[in-house]
T-cell receptor
Framework: GENVEQHPSTLSVQEGDSAVIKCTYS??????FPWYKQELGKRPQLIID?????GEKKDQRIAVTLNKTAKHFSLHITETQPEDSAVYFCAASLTGGGNKLTFGTGTQLKVEL | GAVVSQHPSWVICKSGTSVKIECRSL??????MFWYRQFPKQSLMLMATSNEGSKATYEQGVEKDKFLINHASLTLSTLTVTSAHPEDSSFYIC???????????FGPGTRLTVT
């Protein structure tokens, strides 16, 4: 089955700096890669996703890059703000049908003033 | 759009009793729903995949007779934790997938505490 590794487990940045979280996956057939933000005690919320037919996607301060050859994808947050502090999870799956998500272990991001 | 609700949001039960958690897709039809368990400071672990009208597919190590899943309609799936024990205490989250896309929409979660 799919295995997703995520690094770092914790990340502390100063407000306004950029944050980068990296994930690798094992199944070359995976083709859908979402990123979720989860605040304490809340549901995971999709912040951005990418499919294997593109290498990069951006939405305002958030961007995701995908390297299919190396089987890794990264989340980039620019101009970080205190409200960006949360746990971020990457995931991988196959599109279509009832294909399940395999989650990374999570990154606790702390944006300090 | 794409709202998923869960009920109850939290529940406390005594060891040996059963607890039912409901997951509803409010504004879309969910052909597939997923049930996850999340322990403190850990990732989401998939327990089972639930398809409307058919038996759930359980992940390895998840006891199907202990965690009963029913997906009777395109908008409702239920998870029943039978003969609950303190080690079953966790945050249970469901998600639903719209038939038109790949995105999973998560419910707000249910905090289960077994005393």
């Amino acid at each position: 089955g799919e295995n997703v590794e995520q690094h770092p487990s914790t990340l502390s940045v100063q407000e306004g700096d950029s944050a980068v979280i990296k994930c690798t996956y094992s199944d070359s057939a995976s083709n859908y890669f979402p990123w979720y933000k989860q605040e304490l005690g809340k549901r995971p919320q999709l912040i951005i996703d990418i499919r294997s037919n593109v290498g990069e996607k951006k939405d305002q301060r958030i961007a995701v890059t995908l390297n299919k050859t190396a089987k890794h994808f990264s989340l980039h947050i620019t101009e970080t703000q205190p409200e960006d502090s949360a746990v971020y999870f990457c995931a991988a799956s196959l599109t279509g049908g009832g294909n399940k998500l395999t989650f990374g272990t999570g990154t606790q991001l702390k944006v300090e003033l | 759009g794409a709202v998923v609700s869960q009920h109850p949001s939290w529940v406390i039960c005594k060891s040996g009793t059963s607890v039912k958690i409901e997951c509803r897709s409010l504004d879309f039809q969910a052909t597939t729903m997923f049930w996850y368990r999340q322990f403190p400071k850990q990732s989401l672990m998939l327990m089972a995949t639930s398809n409307e009208g058919s038996k759930a597919t359980y992940e390895q190590g998840v006891e199907k007779d202990k965690f009963l899943i029913n997906h009777a309609s395109l908008t409702l799936s239920t998870l029943t934790v039978t003969s609950a024990h303190p080690e079953d205490s966790s945050f249970y989250i469901c998600s639903a997938r719209d038939r038109r896309g790949d995105e999973q929409y998560f419910g707000p979660g249910t905090r289960l505490t077994v005393t």
